[in-house]
Structure formats: C-alpha cells, structure tokens
C-alpha cells in the first residue's frame, strides 16, 4: 500500500458530495480491497475519525476489508433461495473451489460468499459471480458457472455471433440521437449517456451491438451497484415503468431508430435486456 497513492486518490474526491464512498471506492478499485493502513491515511486527511471510515467500509457490501479473488462468487441464502436450495448451492460452490463461504482459493483465481438477499427472491436461487446474475440455478450448473468465469463472463465474439448485431438509438424523451460516432466501442459508433452514481456524474458510453455488454466508462462502478441513466442533451432521467427481469432492478429505456424500444439493466453487471421491435422495420 501506497500512502502517497491513498492520498491522491483523497485529493481526487475533495469537496465532492459522498466523497468518502468515492474514496474508498478508488482505493478498493486499486488495490482490490481496503487496506488497514489506507483506511488509517483516510482518516487522517480527511478529518474523520477512524470508526466512521470503518463504518462505511463494513456498511456496503461492495467493500472488502481483505483481499478477494479475481472472481467474485455470491450465494444467495435469503428466505426465498433458502427454501429453494441455496445451501446446496453454496456447498457446490465450496465443493467445486474446495474453500468455505468468507475464503479465498489460493490461486486468488476465485473468492466465495454467502449473501442475506440478492433483489431477486422470485428467480431463486441467485447466484451472482462478477456481477452477473445466474438464475434458478442447481448443482449440476455450479462447473459451468464457474468455467465462464474463467472464460470471462463478458466475451463474446462480436464478427461471427449472428446473435449480435447493431441499434441506432435515441433519447425517449426529446428524440435526440444517442449515438457517438467520435467514441467507439466494439468498433462502432457508441450509445453515450450521462450516469450519476456516488454524487458524481460522469458519461458512459455503452456497445450498439444488441448482445455485446462492453463499455466505456469515466470512472470505475463497482458491480451490483444500480446507477441512474440520464439523457446529455436534454437531461432527463431515462427510467422505465419495468423492472429486470434477473434482478428486480429498473430498466432503463430507449428508442430504436427503426421502431420499436430497447431497455437495458440499470445494475453494473447485470445482463438483463428487452428488445421489443413491434411495429418496427429492423
């Protein structure tokens, strides 16, 4: 650990509202979790005593007071996934990395955990792994499960999956064209939109291949977290009247040139989307 690091990270979210959420998340997205000792510097230059920083490390799940795996594996062992068989769940996943729920592998490849609630208690049981939620889920999934973690979770071959492919889209509200010809991602023109998480707002610009979930983002948001969507040109807040369908969150909506709506999962992560085309020419 870095004090001079830390301190940057500080002088970075200095003045800003819900800086010390910002401040420790900078400092987890550095090291990959929240030292004692980086803890000690926060403290220190930001006025504040020691037990409030502690405080709101240990308040959010998101931070972790020791180091974790390059994958992150959660259990859901809520009322609802309880009785739908989440412990098993969880003694496959111990099983399979051969570690118990709070440890990590010793290749630092995998940690596991049990959570009280995922937001979903209708899909039980849920098991999110780097933010991305897996549904009803049995034992006989947990291998596989773990073998896409391995693979990475996001990739997918954006020339040869016909399952992809791309969509103008523009804001609900004034009609104005989201797309960003000068940024790019995937290759093409990016979806830019205006997000606000942690009191800061920032843009975000998103894949135009339906089926691809790679982005662009101004600064790091840590996965499970729900953030809100707004329109650059006209500001307004682009929220839907439905919730995902993997994790309860609010989906967030946009036209598509050719006719018809496509919604997206507000949560970092979450591959929940609905493309509905009725009417359209696409």
């Known amino acids: 650990m870095s004090s001079e690091d830390v301190s940057r990270i500080v002088e970075e979210h200095a003045g800003k509202f819900g800086g010390l959420i910002g401040i420790l998340q900078g400092i987890q997205a550095r090291y990959g979790y929240l030292p004692p000792d980086a803890l000690g510097v926060v403290a220190e230059e930001t006025g504040r005593s020691l037990t409030d920083v502690y405080g709101v490390a240990t308040f959010f799940r998101s931070f972790s007071l020791k180091p974790r795996g390059k994958h992150l594996c959660s259990v859901c062992l809520g009322t609802a996934c309880h ?17 118990a729920p709070g440890e990590t592998t010793a290749s630092r490849d995998f940690t596991l955990e049990t959570v009280n609630c995922l937001g979903a208690c209708a899909l039980g049981p849920i098991v999110v792994v780097d933010g991305h939620y897996f549904s009803n889920v049995s034992p006989v999934q947990v291998k596989e499960i773990l073998e896409k973690a391995r693979n990475g979770l996001d990739n997918v071959d954006v020339t040869t999956d016909q399952r992809i492919f791309p969509v103008e889209v523009s804001c609900p509200r004034c009609n104005h064209s989201l797309m960003d010809p000068v940024h790019r991602v995937d290759g093409q023109p990016s979806i830019s939109v205006t997000v606000a998480f942690a009191g800061e707002h920032f843009r975000l610009r998103l894949s135009c291949l ?64 609905i493309l509905d085309l009725s009417g359209g020419t696409l």
Not at 216 to 233: G, T
Not at 234 to 260: D, K, N, Q, T
Request: with cysteine; proline share 6%.
């Open 83 to 99: 009785v739908r068989g989440g412990p098993v769940i969880a003694e496959e996943f111990g099983r399979a990395l051969t570690i």
């Open 210 to 273: 339906y089926g691809s979930y790679n982005l662009q983002s101004e600064r790091e948001i840590p996965a499970e977290v729900m953030v809100d969507f707004f329109c650059p040109h006209c500001h307004a807040h682009l929220i839907g009247g439905s919730s995902c369908l993997e994790c309860g969150a609010p989906m967030v909506p946009m036209i598509v040139r050719e006719g018809g709506v496509v919604q997206i999962c507000s949560r970092r992560g979450c591959r929940g989307h």
